[in-house]
């Protein structure tokens, strides 16, 4: 098991050094010079401006910029945002929690609404049920999220009354307050996890359908195990491996959701963050923002090649 | 992403610097407005204030520093504005320099001021706010690598000697400024003495931007062996701990809100509320559906929105004009569309579109057309008539023709074998911008130039204007003009870009005239030394004028701000030139 991960550990290397790479170049191949930008309508002169281009490196050749970049990460430091004059990565991770509980609601409800609605789904196969669940499987995937959010707001926050319309927490509560937390989680988690529980109830759908015409599945039933037995211990298991691989990717689809449902429900998170660096071009938040989530990102894939091991027998782990 | 904004590029210039672009069609305009009169005045004043409660601004960018010497942006502006007073403010209404933490008087010769400040003006902590604090901030700003405002004190006498590092400015060879004299008699009373006269130095000097600093807590990082850093990265910029302020900073919670508390010892008297929460939503939707709901106690919508906002009882709609224009540079200069060199084609450009009738389309009539540089409320407005442009297609075709400009058969206008094209560049994303540049080429094409828009990214846009990239041919984007009403850095002629000798600036017009950088000098540094309100409206009615004539900007309109409030909210009364000149004054009725 350790070399196992070891070498998909090292494997990551290469991987994270093209992902630096590419943003760097695509970072600076954005029209427009950061510092430029955030003096603009201020009084810095010509001269003024060539210093802080010094000051942050941008003076130099882009290869001894990238390298500059490389040298200094592998000792942990991301360098300073232009924008707040702090340590970069510091003010991206502060974001991360936000995101993550976000998504950690939003996945818990994608399983735990689209894996029951794939079942059901198969084993009520032809009849109304099923279509009526494949017809809502549809309309997650057709419905785009920055439209349902709004809608969402426009009744429950602004009609009803029932559920705030933007945030993370009401303003002068507790931090710790979870029942209001729980409250701003609401909408946007929902329709976070929208196209999840799409995925996953067709996904499980197919994959129960499929386990079920196959020959363990009728010994098992020949065996004169129960139904709930088979349904239970032997199909859905397998059943659940595809879900497991989909899971692997699900951070990234997470991150790339929270972005538009970030910025409709106003919820300070990276996505919402980063998207602010970007527009004003703070390069190193930027870098590390891409970094970091890489490195979130890659960690993800090898905790599901683990999670295989342990759903799938017949996956061997060295 | 469904709403690409500008956000932080939302770059500001506050009270001491002089213009900004508003990137941002949901911005939330910053403090500097004007007021139409609307009725602001609450029918509460003559109750006595409740105190108590918790006032919730809403605003779609989260703050940067709170160091007043590294703020270059309106969010952060705001917050420093809330926890350290400056020596002097501008009247809200007509922006008239008054004193605040301090009083001055200027010497005979214009060139010595002296302030004295305030008895009664303690920080948060008890000690007295004295004039070494107010030298604090300039050392400050001297010894710091990442400030933009070094410009702003190379007129004291010895500031560049102490500014660092060196450069054309700065000498960086001394550790005190020679000009400033601290009163051995009294702490709290200094002079300046500057190099020369300068109109502006007032705001400058002491403006929010040069509000005095805690001695006790940033003098230990502008010692003689300090580095630039020390004082950039100084952990109390960004979690300060010593106020002279109406609030205290409590806590910032990133991206979401930053939470002020009322500061008891304010020397003008502790405010009435308790809270102080800035809270940062990420778009103008979402202002107005906050307003709407009530979980935000005031922020400013947008046009679109002021339809439905009407709908709402809670509510109490405040509108004045902002202190700022959108407007399309025209590039005298360009190489492609040539027949923006000649002043009467620029005339007709004027004329022939139909201003209001865009106003109404673009922001639903919550604007007012412009034709010159300063806006009405301001002082520098000049009370002789200008050319208003009315719309007038046929005068339009007359001035075209005049100027050699002939329909050909396809329609389109050509002189010397060279069609008319023009194209008219924004920056993306900021919707009445793009919509604003879609109706002028529309209404171009009706008097024969082949007129298109196109969007581009603002960090582009920007750095081609500043830069000189003649590939513009003319831009919509807008300034914000600040407290004081000195154009130089846009009108006068040395801020031109010459990308081949290194120059930049926003002279992006390429407009030059040795009359109108006459005036504003004048306006700037009289050479008689007077900085009187009326030789120097003098001054800006030539500097109007000669603009007005020659239209370098079709000047475009300047918008109403639409500030909401929840009825509870009392002696609210955002005018022309801040928002929270009485913010301790404010009071929530239960």
Known sequence: ?318 | MSHPRTGRALIAALAASMLVATACAGGTPSASAAPSTAATATAAASEKPQQGGRIVEGTISDIATMQPVLVNDTASGRITGLIYDGLVQQDAKTGEVKPKLASYTTSTDGLTYTFTINDKANWSDGKPIIAQDWLTAVTAVGKSATTVRKSTFQDVVGFNDLCAPASSQCKATASTISGVTIDPASPKKFSVKMTKVSCPAILDLGGATASPMPTQVFGKYLTATSKAADFDTAPENTNPTVFSGPFKFKEWRKGDQVILSKNDAYWQGSPNVDEYVYKVVANSTAITTGLKTGELTFGSIVAKDLADMQTVDSVKITKYQSLGYTFIGWNTASPTAVGLADKRVRQALAYGIDMDAVIKAVVFGEATKQVSHHVPVQWAYPSVALEAYKYDKAKADQLLKDAGWIKGADGILAKDGKKFNLTIATNSGNTERETLAQVAADQYKQLGINAVSKPEAFQGLVTKLTTGDQTLEATIIGWSLGGDPDPYQIWHSSQIPDPAKNVTGFGFTYFKDAALDKSIEQGRNPTDGNCSTAARKANYETFNKILNENQPYNFGYSNNVLAVSQKTLQNFAPASFSTIYNVHEWWIKK
């Open chain 1, 1 to 318: 098991m350790r070399t196992f991960i070891l070498r998909r550990l090292l494997f990551a290397i290469p991987t994270l050094i093209g992902i630096s790479i590419i943003t760097f170049v695509i970072v600076r191949l954005a029209p427009g010079d950061p510092i430029r930008l955030f003096t603009f309508g201020s009084r810095a002169t010509n001269e003024d401006i060539e210093a802080l281009r010094h000051l942050y490196g941008l003076d130099q050749p882009l290869p001894i910029q990238y390298l500059d970049w490389m040298l200094k990460l592998v000792h942990g430091d991301f360098g300073q945002s232009f924008i707040y004059h702090t340590d970069a990565a510091a003010l991206f991770i502060q974001y991360i929690p936000n995101t993550l509980q976000l998504a950690v609601v939003a996945l818990t409800i994608q399983l735990l609404v689209g894996v029951p609605l794939g079942v059901i789904a198969a084993l009520k196969r032809g009849t109304w049920v099923d279509g009526f669940i494949r017809v809502f499987g549809v309309a997650g995937h057709a419905v785009p999220a920055f439209w349902l959010g709004l809608v969402l707001i426009l009744f429950f926050a602004v009609q009803l009354k029932w559920l705030p319309s933007q945030g993370i927490l009401t303003v002068g509560k507790d931090p710790w307050d979870f029942l209001d937390r729980l409250k701003h989680m609401l909408l946007p988690a929902y329709v976070l996890s929208l196209t999840g529980i799409a995925n996953y109830s067709r996904l499980l759908r197919t994959e129960t359908l499929e386990v079920l015409s196959q020959d363990f599945v009728r010994t098992a039933h020949a065996k004169g195990l129960n139904e709930r037995t088979v349904m239970f211990v032997h199909a859905l298991r397998n059943a659940l491996i595809p879900v497991v691989t989909a899971l692997g990717g699900i951070l990234a689809g997470l991150i790339g959701g929270a972005l538009v449902i970030e910025q409709v429900f106003s919820w300070p998170g990276i996505g919402r963050f980063t998207f602010a660096a970007a527009i004003a071009k703070d390069y190193p938040v930027i870098q590390a923002g891409v970094m970091i989530s890489a490195l979130l990102l890659v960690v993800s894939y090898i905790l599901r090649d683990i999670a295989y091991a342990v759903v799938d027998p017949r996956i061997g782990v060295k």
